[in-house]
């Protein structure tokens, strides 16, 4: 009683209804008819023989002209200098900035590095001064041997 049927399914399966629905096709609300309109002249055909037999049979049809092209104004010589002039202006304008920037930022730069070898001079200085070197804390010159040394060298 179970035995499948033709379909793949037992025999006391029962199967759901199925409602198939059409589509209704739009219509709209003004139609027109198509009204075949024949050419005002009718073209000549043409048949062209291809290099292994075959025959092409067609209308020739002209090349489609393009629009006219619409001269342009012509502009004046002094316009186009006046325009190169500004925009080399501007250029040079530029530049000069830039310059100026670059010309500052070195003069910072180098007055940054003399304020550096100072600052490094002169803690050199205060580390002689001020270091206990055996000499009691101050700086002694014998002046006696610098004029004994003199007068050797001269004389």
Not at 71 to 77: D, G, H, I, L, T
Request: aromatic letters at 6%.
């Amino acid at each position: 009683m179970n035995e499948p049927t033709a379909y793949g399914r037992p025999a006391g399966q029962d199967i759901a209804a199925v409602e198939v629905h059409t589509p209704t096709p739009i219509v709209p609300a003004h139609t027109v008819p198509l009204v075949p309109v024949q050419p005002g002249a009718i073209p000549s055909v043409a048949s062209v023989v291809l290099p292994d037999g075959r025959v092409v049979t067609g209308y020739a049809i002209s090349p489609a002209q393009p629009e006219p092209v619409v001269a342009k104004p012509a502009v004046s010589r002094a316009a186009v200098n006046i325009a190169l002039g500004g925009i080399g202006f501007g250029a040079v304008c530029g530049g000069l900035v830039l310059l100026t920037t670059f010309i500052a930022a070195l003069a910072a730069l180098i007055h940054q590095l003399i304020i550096l070898a100072a600052v490094i001079f002169g803690g050199w200085i205060a580390v002689q001064v001020f270091s206990a070197s055996g000499h009691g804390g101050g700086t002694t010159v014998n002046i006696r041997k610098a004029v004994i040394k003199r007068n050797k060298f001269y004389g």
